[in-house]
């Protein structure tokens, strides 16, 4: 199979981590038609990231942004501030999560860990709908 890349839109999700790899899934049918390959996820923004983490009890997505907040504070002199408060540790937190996962497929399955999943991480209090392009190459 020749490569394939989509761009799609998720919903506006509130700031914080959620868990987005059924919209992922959904976005590319061809994932079904890979028996080996690898599926590329780039978010197009620079404050929201994405990460892999636990997919099965929802205190990790709280505790994901409390220690992210507490790492990254928004009380810190930064110069950045015509967008508001919560624009430059957006930005911060963004770089140090990153901007990209890539997920081993096979047999037309996203090769995840049984407690993993792709996490949208919103930094803003109003990010937005967020775009993502999917790259699939496999054959």
């Known amino acids: 199979m020749p490569w394939t890349q989509k761009q799609f839109s998720l919903p506006s999700y509130r700031r914080g981590f959620h868990i987005i790899t059924r919209h992922v899934k959904e976005a590319i049918p061809e ?7 690898l599926l590329h996820v780039f978010i197009k923004h620079t404050s929201a990231s994405l990460t892999i983490n636990e997919n099965a009890d929802p205190d990790v997505l709280i ?64 990010g937005g709908s967020r775009k993502l392009v999917l790259t699939l190459q496999g054959e």
């Open 31 to 37: 994932l079904a038609e890979i028996e080996v390959g």
């Open 63 to 126: 505790d994901m942004e409390s220690s992210v907040n507490a790492i990254v504070p928004e009380e810190f002199p930064y110069v950045h501030t015509c967008e508001g408060p919560d624009d430059m540790p957006a930005h911060v937190k963004a770089s140090m999560m990153g901007s990209s996962v890539s997920v081993p497929v096979n047999q037309g399955q996203l090769q995840l860990g049984t407690w993993q999943g792709i996490y949208l991480c919103e930094h803003r209090n109003h």
